[in-house]
């Protein structure tokens, strides 16, 4: 690693990434189109769109969930198709559908996933300790999943994304249908994640929290990056005084194709 912490191995990057899908109906529908990113350790890089924008499926290639049509993405320096086992091992991957087993406490999921991920004995509790009282998970960690509450769950479903201290975290809309008080924490926990030094890609539609966590943003919609920078580089390239505004006239939003 260099002196100033700048450490490739750790990055995000796609070249010209695509994702395209046959519908009996439609045809071919082209979900990413040619998508060129860079994300860095100790920054957030944001991907703001509207649903359907192409945000789910450019992180789920990038987490090798889907294979890309055509272009290449690496991820902590791992080709997410060539060296996709190394890829897993490298990212914690959170959005709103992470799935728990609901006949398992939150204790159990963790120790489950802590050995997929390979770990065991001192280390694995050591980061038992470390994720339960970090996110704060003392008082419902030994209940059933299904007997939790939403917000109860999501912080179970960050501390099984942390568990091994990943260098990449995926955050795909994190807070969607959460009560203020846990996204205010989940949006805290992703704050710490850069001050750490993680590389993080936060996928979002909703403004205030793009500008509160980005440190570079990615306008994606129709599987297009139609514009790239930091919050005030892109208002100013559209002459907008909002990020809001800014995403608007990005977007070639028009009042009248509103239904």
Same mark, same amino acid.
């Given at each position: 690693?260099?002196?100033?912490?700048?450490?490739?191995?750790?990055?995000?990057?796609?070249?010209?990434?695509?994702?395209?899908?046959?519908?009996?109906? +439609?045809?071919?529908?082209?979900? *990413?189109?040619?998508?060129?990113?860079?994300?860095?350790?100790?920054?957030?890089?944001?991907?703001?769109?509207?649903?359907?924008?192409?945000?789910?499926?450019?992180?789920?290639?990038?987490?090798?969930?889907?294979?890309?049509?055509?272009?290449?993405?690496?991820?902590?320096?791992?080709?997410?198709?060539?060296?996709?086992?190394?890829?897993?091992?490298?990212?914690?991957?959170?959005?709103?559908?992470?799935?728990?087993?609901?006949?398992?406490?939150? +204790?159990?999921?963790?120790?489950?996933?802590?050995?997929?991920?390979?770990?065991?004995?001192?280390?694995?509790?050591?980061?038992?300790?470390?994720?339960?009282?970090?996110?704060?998970?003392?008082?419902?960690?030994?209940?059933?999943?299904?007997?939790?509450?939403?917000?109860?769950?999501? &912080?179970?479903?960050?501390? +099984?994304?942390?568990?091994?201290?990943?260098?990449?975290?995926?955050?795909?809309?994190?807070?969607?249908?959460?009560?203020? *008080?846990?996204?205010?924490?989940?949006?805290?926990?992703?704050?710490?994640?850069?001050? &750490?030094?993680?590389?993080?890609?936060?996928?979002?539609?909703?403004?205030?929290?793009?500008?509160?966590?980005?440190?570079?943003?990615?306008?994606?919609?129709?599987?297009?990056?139609?514009?790239?920078?930091?919050?005030?580089?892109?208002?100013?390239?559209?002459?907008?005084?909002?990020?809001?505004?800014?995403?608007?006239?990005?977007?070639?939003?028009?009042?009248?194709?509103?239904?």
């Amino acid at each position: 690693m260099a002196e100033n912490g700048y450490n490739p191995g750790r990055m995000v990057r796609t070249e010209a990434i695509g994702k395209e899908f046959i519908d009996a109906k +439609r045809g071919v529908i082209r979900a *990413v189109r040619d998508v060129t990113i860079h994300a860095e350790p100790g920054r957030i890089f944001g991907l703001l769109g509207v649903n359907g924008a192409g945000k789910t499926t450019l992180l789920r290639m990038l987490s090798t969930v889907l294979q890309p049509t055509h272009g290449r993405a690496t991820v902590a320096g791992y080709d997410v198709v060539g060296q996709s086992e190394q890829v897993r091992a490298s990212i914690g991957f959170l959005s709103t559908s992470t799935a728990l087993y609901g006949r398992l406490s939150g +204790r159990e999921v963790l120790q489950y996933f802590g050995g997929l991920y390979g770990l065991e004995g001192k280390v694995l509790q050591d980061r038992l300790d470390f994720v339960i009282e970090k996110l704060r998970l003392q008082e419902f960690v030994d209940r059933l999943c299904d007997k939790l509450s939403t917000g109860q769950k999501q &912080r179970v479903s960050i501390a +099984r994304a942390i568990l091994h201290d990943p260098p990449v975290l995926f955050f795909d809309e994190p807070t969607a249908g959460l009560d203020v *008080v846990t996204a205010q924490t989940i949006m805290e926990f992703i704050e710490e994640c850069r001050e &750490r030094e993680k590389t993080v890609v936060f996928s979002t539609h909703i403004m205030s929290e793009a500008e509160r966590l980005c440190d570079h943003i990615a306008v994606i919609h129709a599987g297009e990056i139609r514009g790239e920078g930091t919050v005030e580089s892109l208002m100013n390239q559209v002459g907008e005084t909002t990020l809001e505004r800014a995403f608007l006239k990005l977007v070639d939003y028009r009042p009248e194709e509103v239904v």
